[in-house]
């Protein structure tokens, strides 16, 4: 059984961090593009990263280039979005996703 399981949201303020964990299980992490998804309240789901299977490469949308980054530990079968100078358009269900699974989705509210 496929499983991903998001963790690490929460609120914080505008200028913030947060670190984001997806620990998978049922699959062969390693052989899959892991990515990151976004979800605003009203707005359709968004890519926000993806990485390679090895991890050699990796994709941002450009509203979260320089400021997000996604990582992956094939041993722990998890995949991380480390997230800094967070902006409160950046809240949202943050989701990860390999091939057709989603996790269930952990919410990130930038506020002060």
């Known amino acids: 059984q496929v499983q991903l399981v998001e963790s690490g949201g929460g609120l914080v303020q505008p200028g913030g961090s947060l670190r984001l964990s997806c620990a998978t299980s049922?699959?062969?992490?390693?052989?899959?593009?892991m990515s990151w998804y976004r979800q605003a309240p009203g707005k359709e789901r968004e890519l926000v990263a993806h990485i390679t299977g090895t991890g050699g490469s990796t994709n941002y949308a450009d509203s979260v280039r320089g400021r997000f980054t996604i990582s992956r530990d094939n041993i722990k079968r998890t995949v991380y979005l480390q997230m800094i100078n967070l902006k409160p358009e950046d809240t949202a269900v943050y989701y990860c996703?390999?091939?057709?699974?989603w996790g269930q989705g952990t919410q990130v509210t930038v506020s002060s």
């Open positions: 996703k390999a091939h057709i699974w």
């Open positions: 049922g699959f062969t992490f390693s052989m899959y593009t």
